[in-house]
């Protein structure tokens, strides 16, 4: 104890030594927790994009030719004048009904039809997107109603103008009423509000590639009443700005450009299954029959979104190694700085050596001064850096919105690795003090 208070007096006797010489872990383990928070609140994003995709999920995508295919064809028409042309109508809600029955025993499915349009009510104009959809879908991401009720069969088979509505819309056009039996215009169709959905507070970028659709800003309508009410692409005739549906006129919302080529009626088909064994054999399945049912014309894409998401999880682990290795040189700078300086100190009290030694201090006492003076340093520099690591962390979280966790296992960790550090880089300065000649020392100049 006497050689460790002989280092802690030493310490408080030179403080803005001691004090730069503790910046290197002071900053170095504030790195290494805001990093390992970042990290641990990215790998928290996953989790929830797992839970909003849905690891056993399967999406079909529509396939659009390229301009340099149909032209290929056209160019080589001559040459196959002997073949029949392969004709698909694209994908359609038969084709989502075939899966429907053929998918039955254990699994979900839900065609998808979108659009962007405006939302009119009391006056009030907003920007949403509009989304055909089965009721399935509901159960596909695990979205709970906040009051309501989803479509029920009758609404669904008969296209009936109704829909449920998301948060933001809720909370946009019925802030001082009440949404359910109210009406909404949506283009020019006006619905019947049955439903509104939970606010989703899960910010997902990227989320269109994973099929997620953020719904706050949604509505929802039978995919059935997409096709007769607003955009049905399998009846819209190339040249033509309106499509004639039921008798009656309807604007379609797509450029010319998109109406010549975009011939599919839906743009995806989520099929989920019971168990994540069932995926592959179910994607061959879908495979087959899809193939078959579209003329042998491979105009879609069948993509599982576990996979995706383990790619984006391998992503994050990298950069979060990477981040971990960058914040971790600054404790290695750190260990270093401590050891420099305490070669120094050990220079500058060379006679302080020499004196303890004349009076009977042995070999150990001197390292245990030493060792302690770079042990306490690194201690407290990393308590200090444990402080502004949280303090970092929750700066990051508030000013930049990106997510950060704490963890106690990254707290200790830091402050393990920093007492670590005083200890390996103290060592060989404090050894170096011991392995002083007394008498040399006291001649020392």
């Known amino acids: 104890m006497h050689d460790i208070r002989i280092a802690v007096e030493s310490i408080l006797a030179n403080k803005l030594r001691s004090v730069l010489t503790a910046l290197g872990i002071i900053f170095g383990v504030s790195a290494v927790i805001s990093m390992m928070a970042i990290g641990n609140g990215a790998q928290q994003e996953i989790l929830e994009q797992i839970k909003m995709v849905g690891v056993n999920n399967i999406i079909i995508t529509p396939l659009l030719p390229e301009a340099d295919e149909e032209n290929s064809e056209d160019a080589n028409s001559a040459a196959d004048a002997g073949q029949k042309k392969k004709f698909s109508k694209g994908l359609t809600m038969a084709d989502a009904e075939t899966i429907g029955e053929l998918v039955s025993s254990g699994k979900v499915m839900s065609p998808e039809i979108?659009?962007?349009?405006?939302?009119?009510?009391?006056?009030?104009?907003?920007?949403?997107?509009?989304?055909?959809?089965?009721?399935?879908?509901?159960?596909?991401?695990?979205?709970?109603?906040?009051?309501?009720?989803?479509?029920?069969?009758?609404?669904?088979?008969?296209?009936?103008?109704?829909?449920?509505?998301?948060?933001?819309?809720?909370?946009?056009?019925?802030?001082?009423?009440?949404?359910?039996?109210?009406?909404?215009?949506?283009?020019?169709?006006?619905?019947?509000v049955i439903g509104v959905l939970q606010r989703s507070n899960i910010t997902i970028t990227g989320h269109q590639q994973s099929g997620v659709n953020v719904i706050n800003d949604n509505v929802f309508i039978p995919a059935k009443t997409m096709l007769?009410?607003?955009?049905?692409?399998?009846?819209?005739?190339?040249?033509?700005?309106?499509?004639?549906?039921?008798?009656?006129?309807?604007?379609?919302?797509?450029?010319?450009?998109?109406?010549?080529?975009?011939?599919?009626?839906?743009?995806?088909i989520v099929v989920q299954v019971k168990e994540?064994?069932?995926?592959?054999?179910?994607?061959?399945?879908?495979?087959?029959?899809?193939?078959?049912?579209?003329?042998?014309?491979?105009?879609?894409?069948?993509?599982?979104?576990?996979?995706?998401?383990?790619?984006?999880?391998?992503?994050?682990?990298?950069?979060?190694?990477?981040?971990?290795?960058?914040?971790?040189?600054?404790?290695?700078?750190?260990?270093?700085g401590i050891m420099n300086i305490m070669f120094a100190s050990v220079m500058e009290r060379i006679k302080e050596i020499g004196t303890r030694m004349a009076i009977g201090a042995k070999k150990k006492d001197i390292v245990v001064q030493f060792l302690?003076?770079?042990?306490?340093?690194?201690?407290?520099?990393?308590?200090?850096?444990?402080?502004?690591?949280?303090?970092?962390?929750?700066?990051?979280?508030?000013?930049?919105?990106?997510?950060?966790?704490?963890?106690?296992?990254?707290?200790?960790?830091?402050?393990?690795?920093?007492?670590?550090?005083?200890?390996?880089?103290?060592?060989?300065?404090?050894?170096?003090?011991?392995?002083k000649d007394p008498i040399e020392s006291l001649r020392y100049e």
Not at 235 to 248: D, E, I, K, S, V
Not at 416 to 427: M, P
Request: overall charge positive.
């Open 228 to 268: 007769l009410r607003f955009k049905n692409r399998a009846l819209t005739q190339p040249n033509a700005g309106t499509t004639m549906q039921r008798g009656r006129q309807v604007i379609v919302t797509t450029s010319t450009t998109d109406t010549k080529k975009n011939y599919h009626q839906l743009d995806r």
């Open 276 to 336: 994540t064994e069932q995926i592959t054999p179910t994607v061959e399945l879908l495979s087959r029959m899809l193939l078959r049912r579209h003329s042998g014309v491979m105009d879609f894409e069948i993509t599982v979104p576990e996979m995706l998401l383990k790619q984006q999880q391998r992503t994050k682990e990298i950069f979060n190694i990477v981040l971990g290795a960058i914040a971790s040189i600054s404790l290695l700078v750190g260990g270093i």
């Open 114 to 192: 979108s659009m962007n349009s405006f939302v009119i009510q009391h006056g009030i104009r907003e920007q949403a997107k509009l989304v055909g959809i089965s009721k399935e879908f509901f159960q596909l991401y695990d979205l709970p109603l906040e009051k309501g009720t989803i479509f029920d069969a009758r609404q669904e088979e008969n296209g009936l103008a109704v829909c449920l509505i998301g948060a933001n819309i809720r909370s946009r056009f019925f802030n001082q009423s009440e949404p359910l039996g109210s009406y909404i215009k949506v283009g020019d169709v006006w619905l019947k």
């Open 372 to 435: 302690s003076e770079a042990v306490l340093i690194s201690v407290s520099g990393g308590l200090i850096g444990v402080i502004l690591g949280v303090i970092a962390s929750w700066l990051i979280t508030k000013f930049s919105g990106i997510l950060t966790i704490m963890s106690i296992g990254s707290v200790l960790v830091s402050f393990l690795v920093s007492a670590t550090v005083g200890i390996i880089f103290g060592y060989s300065p404090a050894k170096r003090a011991s392995e």
